[in-house]
């Protein structure tokens, strides 16, 4: 089992920022691609950023120029350092992680989403 921890939401005032952090940790011996989603109430989840192994990110067009994903793959660590919030901005953000486990014929990739932390920004 793998579990995420993350940190970093909270208040915030438009035009501000926010670093938002999740480690992964249990048992895993690779991470593939690691990323953040964020839902608001009423919304579906939808993607923000996602960041591969070699350092390869995507964003969304909605976080393009404000966001940076960023990860410690010796930290098992993934970053979300966003700046100029908006109020549209605030939501729950989950981080989610690719993992490999096991070995042989016991080998699995599997998705893993953290509990969400929460962001608001205010106008």
């Known amino acids: 089992q793998v579990q995420l921890v993350e940190s970093g939401g909270g208040l915030v005032q438009a035009g501000g920022s926010l670093r938002l952090s999740c480690t992964a940790s249990g048992n895993f011996f690779r991470i593939n691609v690691m990323g953040w989603y964020r839902q608001a109430p009423g919304n579906q989840r939808e993607l923000v950023a996602t960041?591969?192994?070699?350092?390869?990110?995507t964003y969304a067009d909605s976080a393009e120029g404000r966001f940076t994903i960023s990860r410690d793959n010796a930290k098992n660590t993934v970053y979300l350092q966003m700046s100029s919030l908006k109020p549209e901005d605030a939501a729950v953000y989950y981080c989610?992680?690719?993992?490999?486990?096991?070995?042989?014929?016991?080998?699995?990739?599997?998705?893993?989403w953290g509990q969400g932390t929460q962001v608001t920004v205010s106008s």
């Open positions: 960041i591969t192994s070699s350092g390869t990110t």
């Open positions: 989610t992680t690719d993992c490999a486990s096991g070995s042989g014929r016991e080998y699995y990739t599997k998705t893993y």
